[in-house]
């Protein structure tokens, strides 16, 4: 509904039909699914749905003090703050859903979610199965709440275990690749050359980047954080107690979707998120701020 509302919307899309050399806005729109599902495809589209979504709340006074966002989100958080332009960020997010697709088909592997242990006790049975094959803690989402990404056979074997350790429950997620994990390296090491050669301006806000779950605002840890996110952990809950630390009490879930309020709510249960993905949503945040 943004994109049939707002030209600035149906602007950034068409801006990314160009900059990726394929029709995402078709895509997005007319299907089929089973294209918009695949990374290198699903990556883009929710960069610039989040993109978009944040310039009609800036268009109506909303800046952020701080930013921070979930894995790809990070991509997003950096356009916001001034870091990346939009461009340059899309084409870096074209690529990495790419790469990420390439190395799941070179070094097959799965993600599973644990619910119901602690973060320490699922990173000791990744330990435990080393020798199963490679596993290891990929999210940390919210207390209670730890993705496991690794090899299948080991994210297999940390499920059982964790099923006898007491979990409530782990579920295997629908993705196409190990992500997060050292089955990534391949993809890590041909974003590294790329990232070094875009520029990276001063955040002109504090962002709390996924590896440091800290207010960073050196354009080189920036990259070297981007770079070191693909292969390492996405530490949530932490970034979200840190938010919590510097005082923000409320925030805003840019995008498709409310996911991130959740493990919020799980996580910091006094820190307020208002969702702003819809045309319905973004005309109510003016006056949730």
């Known amino acids: 509904d943004l994109y049939e509302q707002h030209e600035s919307v149906r602007a950034r899309f068409a801006e990314a039909d160009e900059v990726l050399g394929f029709p995402l806005s078709a895509l997005c729109f007319e299907g089929p699914a089973g294209r918009l599902a695949q990374t290198n495809v699903t990556q883009p589209a929710v960069f610039v749905h989040s993109v978009a979504a944040n310039e009609l709340l800036a268009a109506v006074g909303l800046q952020p003090v701080a930013v921070a966002g979930h894995s790809l989100g990070e991509y997003s958080a950096l356009v916001a703050a001034g870091v990346l332009s939009f461009a340059e960020a899309l084409t870096l997010v074209g690529t990495r859903g790419r790469l990420m697709l390439e190395a799941g088909s ?71 690749g190990a992500f997060h994990s050292p089955l990534m390296a391949s993809a890590a090491v041909e974003m590294e050359a790329l990232l070094e050669a875009v520029p990276f301006a001063r955040p002109r806000v504090p962002v709390l980047t996924n590896v440091s779950a800290e207010p960073v605002e050196d354009p080189e840890k920036l990259r070297l954080h981007l770079i070191h996110q693909i292969t390492g952990p996405v530490r949530w809950s932490a970034t979200v107690q840190r938010l919590s630390a510097m005082g923000i009490n409320h925030a805003f879930e840019v995008g498709a979707g409310a996911v991130l309020r959740g493990l919020v709510r799980r996580t910091v249960p006094k820190l307020a998120v208002t969702l702003a993905g819809t045309v319905e949503e973004i005309a109510a945040a003016k006056g949730a701020e």
């Open 106 to 176: 070179e070094w097959p592997g799965t993600m599973g979610a644990v619910i119901g242990l602690d973060d320490d006790h699922v990173m000791a049975l990744c330990q435990q199965v080393a020798d199963v094959g490679i596993v290891v803690a990929a999210n940390f989402n919210a207390p209670g709440q730890v993705v496991v990404s690794g090899e299948r056979a080991a994210v297999a074997r940390v499920s059982e275990l964790a099923t006898q350790a007491g979990a409530r429950r782990v579920v295997e997620l629908a993705v196409s």
